[in-house]
């Protein structure tokens, strides 16, 4: 039966999910990527679709923005509507000089100054965000397949603060490997792991930390078509 925030009924959702962050990106790829797509749910205006892709059934949903917000439809997903993955599907500012825009970031660890997820576990253990193994690999392989495609794996920062000033912390993580900044990522991967789900994050490279180039809006929105293929691909290849 339908959620608080999830308008769907049992059997609406694929068993694989993409979920950006905004529901005209969720829109976008139902229309342009997905054949036979339904709305099956629009509660508060986030939007969910379920269609298929090269015969496969998949969903794609969106998760608002933040840690709380994406935690509550992962969730809810993966606990009432038997979704085995979801793979969010982003954009992240370049904190490494090495990215350039348009670049795929694999996130394959996600830091964070969430206290959502400070709390999680008790007696001071730092709980640490990863994704799921076969999607990461299965996704990072299928960008180096592609040519002319620019895909990097690594760690980066999940923020509840998009308006920041901290180049100190920047510049302390950037020499701990860490390729790019965000919001939601760590948020899914816990919820992952605590509903027993597999997930990952794809990011593209809209804008950077430091002075350089960024995407406008329209072009964010082209520049999700090739983390979305990405994504479609690792839900087939995934073992």
């Known amino acids: 039966m339908p959620t608080p925030h999830i308008s769907a009924q049992p059997g609406d959702f694929a068993p694989d999910v993409l979920m950006p962050g905004d529901p005209r990106r969720a829109t976008r790829i139902a ?22 892709w090269q015969g496969r059934p998949v969903s794609v949903m969106a998760s ?21 993955r979801i793979i969010r599907i982003g954009t992240a500012g370049g904190m490494s000089r090495e990215l350039e825009l348009g670049d795929v970031v694999v996130a394959t660890a996600a830091h964070t100054d969430s206290a959502v997820s400070a709390n999680r576990i008790p007696g ?19 960008g180096q397949g592609t040519p002319g495609s620019r895909v990097h794996a690594g760690p980066v ?14 510049q302390a993580l950037v020499e701990h490997g860490t390729l ?5 990522a760590a948020g899914l991967y816990a919820v992952a792991d605590r509903e ?16 350089g180039p960024e995407l406008t809006a329209d072009e964010r929105e082209q520049l999700f078509d090739r983390a979305v293929q990405l994504g479609l691909t690792a839900f087939a290849t995934a073992v």
């Not at 920041?164 to 920047?170: E, G, N």
């Not at 027993?196 to 002075?211: E, N, V």
């Open 64 to 84: 608002g923005m933040g840690v709380p917000s994406i935690s509550i439809y992962a969730t809810e997903l993966f606990r009432f509507y038997g979704v085995q």
């Open 180 to 184: 790019a900044v965000e919001m939601e």
């Open 196 to 211: 027993r789900g597999k997930a990952l994050a794809l990011l593209s490279i809209s804008d950077f930390t430091f002075p």
């Open 124 to 142: 001071g253990i730092h709980y640490s965000h990863v994704p799921d193994f076969g999607l990461a690999s299965a996704a990072f392989a299928a």
């Open 157 to 170: 920062l999940t923020s509840d603060v998009f308006y920041a000033d901290r180049p100190h912390v920047s």
């Open 31 to 52: 229309e342009t990527v997905l054949e036979d797509a339904r709305l099956v749910t629009e509660v508060r205006g986030v939007l969910g679709y379920t269609g298929t």
